[in-house]
């Protein structure tokens, strides 16, 4: 199975991505977890990334295309995985329908997980993330048995430099010019699943299981 998940900057793609992966045994591939590891590293790509990420602005198509065509032609992701933060923009869906298309695949479902974004900014600005397995948290929606802990991996949780107010509204204002647009662009290749991000996170994951069996 080939997912995708769509949805504006907090809207809970990482979180449901995880659920998915987990249920549906595939790999969970998200592009800003790719950057964030390759940032930490020192490598060149992810020097070519951060001024773009702390900006709050999309790191080029001509980095990111590569990178994550890359990523899914490796051995674990031959039965499928789940997409979360790729695509962003029309020029890298269509680089992946390319891709797919020419391997006689395709995509199989593209989750867009709806939040308002008056909602947007209390779920970013208490987010915490867990740099060494990826898993996601909030202070008050989602909060860890142990304040500061990751209940997955016992990692130290940390506050991402780009969800600070200034940098999620500028975020949210690339999402609205650049990545809004894909929902069109999956309804007409008719795999498109509106998802209500708004209720309990296990009640979206249910909602989103119904959509997928
Ligand atoms: P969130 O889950 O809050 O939407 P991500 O972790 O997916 O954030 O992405 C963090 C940042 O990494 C983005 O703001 C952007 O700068 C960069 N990024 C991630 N995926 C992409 C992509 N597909 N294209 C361009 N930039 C990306
Ligand atoms: P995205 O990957 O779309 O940026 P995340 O999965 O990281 O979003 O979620 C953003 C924040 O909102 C996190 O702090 C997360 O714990 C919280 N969150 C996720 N789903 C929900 C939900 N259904 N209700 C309330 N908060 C949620
Ligand atoms: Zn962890």
Do not use: W
Request: charged share 30%.
């Amino acid at each position: 199975m080939k997912i995708i998940m769509l949805g504006a900057p907090g809207a809970g793609k990482g979180t449901q991505a995880i659920n998915i992966a987990k249920e549906y045994d595939i790999p969970h591939v998200s592009t800003g977890d790719i950057f964030r590891a390759n940032i930490k590293n020192g490598t060149e790509l992810g020097k070519a990334a951060k001024e773009y990420m702390d900006a709050g602005k999309l790191v080029p198509d001509e980095i990111t295309i590569g990178m994550l065509l890359d990523r899914i032609s490796e051995e674990d992701c031959k039965n499928g995985y789940v997409l979360d933060g790729f695509p962003r923009t029309i020029p890298q869906a269509e680089s992946l329908k390319d891709a797919l298309t020419k391997r006689g695949e395709k995509i199989d479902f593209a989750v867009d997980i709806e939040v308002p974004d008056t909602e947007i900014t209390a779920r970013m600005t208490g987010r915490r993330s867990c740099p060494k397995c990826g898993a996601t948290y909030h202070i008050k929606f989602n909060p860890t048995k142990q304040e500061g802990v990751c209940d997955e991996c016992g990692g130290e949780l940390v506050q991402r430099a780009d969800d600070k107010p200034e940098t999620v509204e500028k975020r949210l204002h690339v999402y609205h010019e650049q990545t809004q647009p894909l929902i069109d662009f999956y309804e007409k290749e008719g795999v498109l699943c509106t998802i209500d991000g708004t209720v309990a996170p296990k009640d979206v994951f249910k909602a989103i299981t119904e959509v997928l069996s």
